[in-house]
C-alpha cells in the first residue's frame, strides 16, 4: 500500500459526458502527478502540481482539467469524453515534486461507452 | 524530439538468471525513473536516478549521463519478478516521458 488513494477504482461512462476523478497523496506529500495508461499510448504525464500551484504540464487535453486543493487532494475533470479517454488514470504523489520517488496510486480504470 | 528507447520489449528467462534491461533517451534529463507494473496494473517505483548506480536487494540501476543510457538489472531471477519494467524520464523542461516497457516472465 503506497499511501496515495484513488476514488474511484472504477468508472463506467457515455461518450460526451463528464467525469471527476479523486487523488489523496500520502500524507505529508505536496506534490501530485496525474498519468494516462491506455492500450495503444501507454504511459503518458498529464499534469503536475505542487503545494496548490500548477508545477508542470504534459499531454494534457483541453477538455481535461485538474486542481489541487488546500487540503493538497487534487482531482482530474475529463469533459466531452470520447472513446479514447478509456484507459486506466494513475495518481502519484511525492514530498516535494522534484529529483525523488513518487508513490503511485491504485488507478482509476475508466470505460466511456 | 524527447524520445525514450527502451529494450527489449519482452524478456523470458529462467529462474535465477541475470537479467539486464536498457533505457536510452535523447537529450538531457534532470532525472531517471525505473517502475514495475505488475499484472494487476498496480505501479511501483523502484529507482530514482540522477546519476551514478544505486541497488536495492537484487535489483540494481545504473545511469551514464554523457552516453545517455540507463540500464535496469536483476540478479537471481525469480518468478515474482514477473512484471512490466517502465523506464521514464523526467527532461530538463519538467516534463515526463516513458518508454514502452520491458514485459518479463521468469519461468520456474
Known amino acids: 500500500d503506497s499511501g496515495v488513494t484513488q476514488t474511484p477504482k472504477h468508472l463506467i461512462t457515455a461518450t460526451g459526458q463528464r467525469v471527476t476523478l479523486r487523488c489523496s497523496p500520502r500524507?505529508?506529500?505536496?506534490?501530485v502527478y496525474w498519468y494516462q495508461q491506455s492500450l495503444d499510448q501507454g504511459l503518458q504525464f498529464l499534469i503536475q502540481?505542487?503545494?496548490?500551484?500548477?508545477?508542470a504540464k504534459g499531454n494534457i487535453l483541453e477538455r481535461f482539467s485538474a486542481q489541487q486543493f488546500p487540503d493538497l487532494h487534487s482531482e482530474l475533470n475529463l469533459s466531452s469524453l470520447e472513446l479514447g479517454d478509456s484507459a486506466l488514470y494513475f495518481c502519484?504523489?511525492?514530498?516535494?515534486?522534484?529529483?525523488?520517488?513518487?508513490?503511485f496510486g491504485p488507478g482509476t480504470r475508466l470505460l466511456v461507452l | 524530439k524527447n524520445e525514450v528507447e527502451q529494450s527489449p520489449q519482452n524478456l523470458t528467462a529462467q529462474e535465477g538468471e541475470f537479467i539486464t534491461i536498457n533505457c536510452s533517451y535523447s537529450?538531457?534529463?534532470?532525472?531517471l525513473h525505473w517502475l514495475q507494473q505488475h499484472p494487476g496494473g498496480g505501479i511501483v517505483s523502484l529507482f530514482m536516478?540522477?546519476?551514478g548506480k544505486k541497488k536495492h536487494g537484487r535489483l540494481i540501476a545504473t545511469i551514464n549521463i554523457q552516453e545517455k543510457h540507463s540500464s535496469l538489472h536483476i540478479t537471481a531471477s525469480h518468478p515474482r519478478d514477473s512484471a512490466v519494467y517502465i523506464c521514464?524520464?523526467?527532461?530538463?523542461?519538467?516534463?515526463?516521458?516513458f518508454g514502452t516497457g520491458t514485459s518479463l516472465t521468469v519461468i520456474p
Open positions: 537529450v538531457g534529463i534532470s532525472a
Open positions: 500524507s505529508g506529500d505536496l506534490s
Open positions: 502540481y505542487y503545494n496548490g500551484e500548477e508545477r
Open positions: 536516478l540522477s546519476s
Open positions: 521514464a524520464v523526467r527532461f530538463t523542461g519538467n516534463q515526463f516521458y
Open positions: 502519484a504523489s511525492s514530498v516535494r515534486g522534484s529529483l525523488e520517488t513518487q508513490y
